[in-house]
């Protein structure tokens, strides 16, 4: 199906440990974003790419990196997790007028 | 910068009753507006769009908004909800400028009981 994969759907961390999500598109959009919700928060962008080989700082980009690999893929990482980065993590994938933002299922992350 | 405003966080209503989401954006340049639903365990699909022309707007699932740009509001509503409407639904502002970064409100939890 096409769509936007996560990887993983869960992930338990402890705190100070270190680990990379991953997304992949077969839309063939340029942009790519990573949102997380929180409740009672909505959904807040931490990072997003207009195009293979630019990065931009969303409303919350504190606590994190991101790496556009290829059109296809956009990878969140995490350096040293913080409880405050539990959370719902989405990424999502167009932002055109004809394509508004596809999302993929999640990866809910724990961090003890 | 814009900001988005969803009045209740959640909505309790009966099956084969009507219902209406409100959403507030405020910009101080003419914007999109859209509706997302997140069912549980899911992500966000799109339910509808307003980019421009007529206010009405029609989406999925028997889904409507109204753009009302004097009041600043987008307000979703149905006419009659099953208990499958029942979901997280979320209002998300651009501007046409920058159509690729939303902001989304945080949510209104609609809850349709038999």
């Known amino acids: 199906n096409a769509g936007v994969t996560q990887t993983p759907k869960f992930q338990v961390l402890k705190t100070g440990q270190s680990m990379t999500l991953q997304c992949a598109q077969d839309?063939?959009?340029?942009?790519m974003y990573w949102y997380r919700q929180d409740p009672g928060m909505g959904l807040r962008l931490i990072y997003y790419?207009?195009?293979?080989?630019?990065?931009d700082k969303g409303e919350v980009p504190n606590g994190y990196n991101v790496s556009r690999l290829n059109k296809r893929e956009f990878s969140l990482r995490l350096e040293s997790a913080a409880p405050s980065q539990t959370s719902v993590y989405f990424c999502?994938?167009?932002?055109?007028?004809?394509?508004?933002?596809?999302f993929g299922n999640g990866t809910r992350l724990t961090v003890t | 910068a814009q900001s988005v405003t969803q009045l209740d966080s959640q909505v309790p209503v009966f099956e084969e009753a009507p219902v209406e989401l409100r959403c507030n954006y405020s910009?101080?340049?003419?914007?999109?507006l859209f509706w997302y639903v997140q069912y549980p365990n899911q992500g966000l699909q799109l339910l509808l769009k307003?980019?421009?022309?007529?206010?009405l707007v029609k989406g999925i699932n028997g889904f409507e908004a109204e753009f009302n740009k004097s009041q600043t509001s987008f307000h979703l509503r149905k006419p009659s909800v099953h208990i499958s409407d029942t979901a997280e639904y979320f209002c998300a502002v651009s501007d046409p400028s920058g159509y690729s970064t939303l902001t989304f409100g945080k949510g209104t939890m609609l809850l349709v009981s038999p």
């Open positions: 307003y980019l421009s022309g007529s206010t």
């Open positions: 910009s101080s340049v003419s914007v999109y």
């Open positions: 790419s207009a195009s293979e080989g630019t990065t």
């Open positions: 839309m063939n959009h340029n942009s």
């Open positions: 999502a994938t167009g932002g055109t007028q004809k394509s508004p933002l596809h």
